[in-house]
């Protein structure tokens, strides 16, 4: 069974940092690109970030670059989100997020872990 | 990059079908086979529904479908069932040399 389970979220002051992980199992975790996407609250979804399978590879969304590292540990099955000089407007639910191909990325995020909130407020 | 847009709320009553849009341009949802629709309950992580335009993971009833033309997409909903009430996203890729997906605003299904 597919599994992603994410941590590290809670309060933080603007301008400090958090750092996410997601742990994954169930699956060969070096074969899928895998995604964090966020929700503010009672908002939409919003992609953040994404990372290739070997972790050659990493992109950002705009509102993010800049501030965000993503990187991941194969040999440990995890993801992570380094965040840094956070400002209010990245309060949301964080979630990572799977890409559906193999060894390729098809752009579809088939499992998705359960989400950490991050906010972000003095 | 700026959202896809689709409508803020739709509705149906059960056994009916209902289609939600999502209109791009040509540099994502015109440009690529890479759409996709999640459903959302609330308190609830996103389920894909849909990849590729029309395609179905294995699990999601064939009740769900969708397709594309030009630049808008459209997820239908057919034989409206009370669990389908959500919110459901579209999504697509959006670059041509980077890994970049952009979603859609969200709209709300409600089962009337």
């Known amino acids: 069974e597919v599994q992603l389970v994410e941590s590290g979220g809670g309060l933080v002051q603007p301008g400090g940092s958090l750092r996410l992980s997601c742990a994954a199992s169930?699956?060969?975790?070096?074969?899928?690109?895998i995604n964090w996407v966020r929700q503010a609250p009672g908002k939409g979804l919003e992609w953040v970030s994404a990372?290739?399978?070997?972790?050659?590879?990493?992109y950002y969304a705009d509102s993010v670059k800049g501030r965000f590292t993503i990187s991941r540990d194969n040999s440990k099955n995890t993801l992570y989100l380094q965040m840094n000089s956070l400002r209010a407007e990245d309060t949301a639910v964080y979630y990572c997020?799977?890409?559906?191909?193999?060894?390729?990325?098809?752009?579809?995020?088939?499992?998705w872990g359960q989400g950490t909130l991050v906010t972000v407020s003095s | 990059q700026s959202a896809l847009t689709q409508p803020p709320s739709a509705s149906g009553s059960p056994g009916q079908s209902v289609t939600i849009s999502c209109t791009g341009t040509s540099s994502d949802v015109g440009g690529y086979k890479y759409v996709s629709w999640y459903q959302q309950h609330p308190g609830k992580a996103p389920k894909l529904m849909i990849y590729?335009?029309?395609k179905r993971p294995s699990g999601v009833p064939d009740r769900f479908s969708g397709s594309k033309s030009g630049n808008t997409a459209s997820l239908t909903v057919s034989g409206l069932q009370a669990e389908d009430e959500a919110d459901y996203y579209c999504?697509?890729?959006?670059?041509?040399?980077?890994?970049?997906?952009?979603f859609g605003e969200g709209t709300k299904l409600t089962v009337l």
């Open positions: 997020a799977k890409d559906g191909g193999n060894l390729v990325v098809v752009y579809a995020m088939d499992y």
């Open positions: 169930g699956f060969t975790f070096s074969s899928h690109a």
């Open positions: 990372i290739s399978g070997s972790g050659s590879s990493t």
């Open positions: 590729e335009v029309n």
């Open positions: 999504s697509s890729y959006a670059g041509s040399n980077n890994f970049h997906v952009v």
